[in-house]
């Protein structure tokens, strides 16, 4: 038994025996690799490492010769040999800055700094424990992207600062109870961080207490500061009890000297790339010397960078096949179908040629492919395009007023099925695109296009302008006021467009132009009869008469003028731009408005007050009236001072008696003396300060009516008959009429028995 434990004790030193060969077998190689990258990275004879750290050329150990390193202090590294490992110093070993590694790719150095902490126990504050870290390292600056400033507590102000005082930042964390706190969380609650400036060389880090961690003495009785390299330290709650992060790492950026690359190349004995290339420094001063593309190694030295061999990585070549390396580059040799050396220099392209019948093969595929994706994105764009369209016609719909629209012509019972809804393309098409040459009028809310639509009928389409909200509230009120009117002295609207960026309105063509035009323009007004003249005069009234009580919710036209009242063929009046317009509720005589209208046709007392009623068109249609009799402007800064306002013009030549004066000529040579004058007081009731004191439309209207049936009659004025045939007769004859034109009503003819008697024994 005891020959069988010797036996087995044997075998298992004759097994640890056999791994160790086998692992020296293994790490024999490795570390001749690793001495041969040391002698890459240092001068020849000159000490290459110390410990675990290579020392790469331009750094140097201090107790190698000076050719080891340049000369410059911060080059100079300062190893320990007292220990075992030894241990490499920045300056030297009471700096207490013991180097980790150095990088010469990434012109980097670690460090192990210390960690500042600031202690409480139970009588305040333990001076024993507590310790404020700083570093002075005048030529390599701290790496403002590799390192943050940390520091840990429930009661802490830390500070980081530069030595020299020329500037100062920290971060503060506060909390109450570890249950606040979360791993891994450094955002200000039990840990907080933050960035280090760029060009740092020093600091001295202070850590402050509020209140001594008298509340939290239990779980939390130091602060902690400490700066580190990114991603070195992570949080734990277990923290605040007691730091478990001892000996933080810190990276530092080195350069060579304190000049850029083009100062230094003017210095030929000192500028170290002369065979690589050369980069300033980003952070700090100096310049930095990397090998050239295809190399890698020490830049620093003669021949210190060497060939990497790209097909040893995939990831370093581009090859599909095959790779063969080469100095500075690699090849890659041509796929079938392919002829050429294949070369690639620098990650380019490849450099091989596809034989003809396989170039053929390659292009007719292209092509085919090309064809293919630019069908499917032809298909994909016109989709997108037409979704995008009509997404964007929704969105004009609804900025036009069109959900306002219909919730006004439902909330009155009307629907818009004798307008017809046009699309954006159909007007287009009938304005030749809005050309300039079919622009038929210009006013205040938008311009008019002649149009021609498909069946030949001629329209007036009005676009109107790029509008705010209030404009759009405009714009639908008008399609609501013209919905709702059935007259034939009234435009007819057609339809309307919503989908446009601006929205349109399509109406009847009147091909006569407008009452203001004929009547001011000399050539025209010759043509307006003084029958004709009180024959639109009564269309007119007719129409504000209708608005006013015959229309299912009683409208104000508020832009009543000759400039908006257009004539036919016939010169029949037709009214129209019901943009300003306003419905009135039943149970309302006035409505409180934002003045508007036309200078020279404005109700004063509508101006003063702001209080619109029916009695602001009977003021602008009284105007009119002195237009059709004068043929002079409602307002014209051509005439004197005292002539600039027709309506004051007008009333004081009335009250001088000097009508005759001022009525159009055309007028006066027709031996209408009686009728004018008729005319006249009625405008100048019409006319009157307080709209109280002014006559309805409707009584306007059947005053009128009555004028018309002596023009149209005059024998009534002429023969001698009594006063009641007389009535009798023009009752009789006024009835009939107003049959014709289909606008008769009781009150209407009723009302007429009022004014008749006078005028007609006035012309007796």
């Given amino acids: ?292 593309e295809g190399y890698r190694g020490n830049p620093y030295l003669e021949d210190g960078c060497h060939d990497i061999d790209e097909c040893a990585d995939p990831t370093l070549n581009q090859c599909e096949g095959k790779c063969h390396n080469v100095e500075g580059s690699y090849t890659c040799p041509c796929p079938k179908g392919y002829h050429g050396d ?69 909330e009155r019972n009307r629907t818009t099925k004798a307008a017809k809804l046009f699309s954006a393309e159909e007007l287009e098409k009938a304005t030749n695109n809005y050309d300039e040459r079919r622009i038929i009028g210009r006013g205040g809310h938008g311009t008019v296009y002649k149009g021609l639509l498909p069946n030949n009928t001629v329209v007036a389409i009005k676009k109107s302008k790029f509008v705010d909200q209030s404009q759009i509230e405009e714009f639908i009120n008008e399609v609501v006021v013209l919905s709702q009117i059935n007259n034939r002295n009234v435009v007819k609207l057609l339809g309307c467009c919503l989908e446009t960026e601006v929205p ?91 003045v508007q209208g036309t200078l020279g046709y404005l109700d004063p007392e509508y101006f003063h007050t702001s209080q619109l009623t029916e009695k602001s068109d009977v003021y602008s249609f009284g105007v009119v009236l002195v237009e059709l009799l004068t043929g002079k402007k409602a307002l014209s800064f051509d005439r004197p001072e005292e002539e600039r306002s027709l309506a004051a013009y007008f009333l004081s030549s009335l009250k001088n008696d000097k009508l005759f004066q001022i009525v159009e000529e055309v007028i006066a040579n027709e031996e209408n003396n009686e009728q004018v004058r008729e005319v006249a007081n009625l405008a100048k009731r019409c006319l009157k300060i307080k709209g109280e004191e002014r006559p309805t439309m409707k009584e306007v209207t059947m005053e009128l009516e009555g004028l018309r049936a002596m023009v149209n009659h005059p024998w009534v004025s002429g023969i001698d008959v009594n006063p009641e045939e007389t009535f009798h007769l023009l009752e009789e004859k006024t009835e009939v009429y107003m049959d014709s034109i289909g606008n008769t009503s009781t009150g209407y003819l009723d009302s007429m028995k009022n004014h008749v008697t006078p005028l007609a024994s006035s012309g007796r």
């Avoid at 764009?381 to 037409?386: E, L, T």
């Avoid at 369209?389 to 919730?407: A, D, P, R, S, T």
Wanted: proline share 4%; aromatic share 10%; charged share 20%.
């Fill in 342 to 410: 294949g070369k690639k220099r620098g990650g380019g392209g490849q450099e091989c040629i596809a034989n003809p019948s396989h170039l053929m093969k390659i292009l007719v595929g292209i092509a085919v492919g090309i064809i293919v994706l630019l069908f499917s994105i032809g298909f994909l764009y016109f989709g997108y395009k037409k979704r995008k369209l009509i997404k964007l016609k929704e969105q004009y719909f609804k900025q036009n007023g069109g959900l306002l629209l219909q919730k006004q012509l439902q």
């Fill in 1 to 292: 038994m005891y020959t069988k434990r010797v036996e087995g004790r044997t075998m298992v030193i004759y097994e640890l025996l056999l791994k160790v060969m086998v692992l020296g077998a293994l790490l024999g190689p490795y570390h001749n690799h690793i001495a041969e990258a040391d002698d890459l990275m240092t001068k020849p004879g000159c000490r290459s490492s110390c410990g675990d750290l290579v020392i790469p050329y331009p750094f140097g150990s201090s107790d190698s010769s000076s050719d080891c390193r340049i000369d410059r202090p911060s080059f100079t590294i300062y190893c320990d040999n007292s220990t075992d490992p030894p241990v490499p110093y920045l300056s030297d070993k009471s700096s207490k800055l013991r180097i980790r590694d150095i990088f010469v790719e990434g012109h980097e150095m670690r460090l192990t700094v210390w960690t500042g902490q600031d202690c409480y126990n139970s009588s305040g504050y333990d001076g024993s424990s507590s310790n404020y870290p700083w570093i002075f390292q005048p030529e390599f600056p701290l790496s403002s992207t590799k390192n943050k400033f940390t520091a840990v507590g429930c009661d802490t102000l830390a500070a980081f600062q530069d030595r020299l005082g020329k500037f100062s930042f920290g971060c503060m964390s506060l909390c109450s109870s570890d249950l606040e706190v979360n791993n891994g969380s450094c955002t200000g609650i039990g840990c907080c961080e933050t960035s280090i400036p760029r060009n740092t060389f020093n600091y001295l880090i202070s850590i402050r207490s509020f209140s001594n961690h008298s509340n939290i003495l239990d779980f939390n009785p130091c602060s902690y500061a400490f700066v580190a390299e990114i991603g070195s330290y992570n949080f734990s709650v277990g923290d605040l009890k007691q730091l478990k992060f001892k000996d933080p790492p810190l990276v530092l950026d080195w350069a060579i000297g304190s000049q850029t690359c083009e100062q230094a190349k003017k210095n030929s004995t000192s500028y170290m790339c002369t065979k690589n290339n050369c980069t300033d420094a980003e952070n700090g001063s100096g310049y930095k010397c990397t090998c050239l």
């Fill in 504 to 594: 349109l309105l399509v109406y009847e063509f009147i091909n006569n132009g407008t009452l203001f035009d004929h009547l001011h323009n000399p050539n025209k007004s010759l043509k307006l009869s003084w029958e004709t003249r009180l024959r639109i005069a009564s269309e007119t009234a007719g129409v504000l008469s209708y608005l006013h009580y015959m229309a299912s919710t009683p409208i104000i036209h508020r832009d009543v003028k000759s400039a908006n009242i257009l004539l036919d063929a016939n010169y029949m009046a037709k009214v129209s731009d019901f943009g300003a317009s306003r419905l009135v509720p039943l149970d309302q005589k006035q409505l409180s408005t934002m």
